[in-house]
């Protein structure tokens, strides 16, 4: 029982840090929450299951770049997924959400992840993918076309595209169905 919930938190929160081959085995958990945690460690935060964090230990970037290359999709959503809590961004995590965006066959729920660390880069990172990010404002799934609004939210007064910008994002509020659009 020592893999159970209160030990794992407690060997990931304690002051021994785990391995890397220890938080490589739980990012590859069946449980969501546990490969957050996971790829929250590798970041240098601790995390609890309902939101809390605190800084939990040395950030760990080789291991950053392998889960974001990781074949299995359920480790690369949780690292991009920790890093929209984060907020720690390199020019090839941007690169990577870019890819992530760009691949028909990635996983939507990567790539809404990758669309929100997509909205932490600067307008100049962003301007020259409008045209890549416009097509997921008429996306069908809801979360996705809110991930794309906050993608886009950084350029939507830049004089380089706000006219492509500005008409699309309009669209989706003009047509919303939902309650909340970001």
Known sequence: AHDSSMPFLRRFHGTEQPSDDEIRR????QDYSIRFTAAMKVLGVNSGYIGWTK???QVRPDLVMESLRAKDPRVREAMFRALTKVRSL???IFELAVAAVKDPAESWTIKDAALQIIGQGSPDQIAPLVDLLIPYLKHEEAWLRNA???ALTPVAGDER???KVLPSMGELIRTNQRVSVT
Not at 26 to 29: F, G, N, T
Request: glycine letters at 12%; a negative charge; hydrophobic letters at 20%.
């Open 55 to 57: 800084p939990g230990g």
């Open 90 to 92: 390199s020019p090839e």
């Open 26 to 29: 739980y990012l590859h958990h």
């Open 148 to 150: 794309a609004l906050s």
């Open 161 to 163: 595209c706000y006219q």
